[in-house]
């Protein structure tokens, strides 16, 4: 196999015109001719066996560059992304954390008022309590009664 060495190099310096690829594709062939070397029939030409392997994964290395991209910088790849399409779990958390930094008694009001529907403002009335001044986001819709 040594002996094959310099042949082999030029070959896979013809094939793909870059000293260092050339290099990285000889050491590839010798890895994997020397791991299937049950697979080499004796009495065969061996320097012809060689030359296969190394013309094969030059083919097979261009074949999966054709379906990669490069993207260096991230952009293709983050334009591949999906969002999601809903964000409603995400509102639910938010909401839940500022339902929970609220006292208890005011977030049991607020809680009375979604469940019942009656706006904050009227809540008062109906409920016997101090007036809880309304949130952003945290108020439920208002229905006219």
């Known amino acids: 196999m ?28 010798l890895l994997k001719a020397w791991k299937n070397l049950d697979m080499f029939e004796e009495g065969t030409n061996l320097r012809a066996w060689l030359f296969t392997i190394l013309r094969n994964s030059y083919f097979s290395e261009l074949r999966k560059r054709r379906r ?9 790849t983050a334009s591949l992304s999906v969002r999601p399409a809903q964000h409603g779990h995400l509102d639910m958390q938010d909401f839940h954390k500022a339902l929970s930094t609220l006292p208890a008694d005011q977030r049991e009001a607020w809680c009375s008022s979604a469940r019942s529907g009656c706006p904050m403002k009227r809540q008062p009335e109906w409920l016997s309590a101090p007036s809880v001044p309304s949130r952003a986001g945290l108020t439920a819709p208002a229905r006219s009664w």
Do not use: W
């Open 2 to 29: 040594l002996a094959q060495l310099p042949t082999l190099r030029a070959f896979a310096v013809s094939l793909c015109g870059n000293l260092d690829r050339a290099d990285d594709l000889v050491q590839e062939a």
């Open 68 to 76: 990669e991209i490069e993207d260096v910088d991230g952009k293709m």
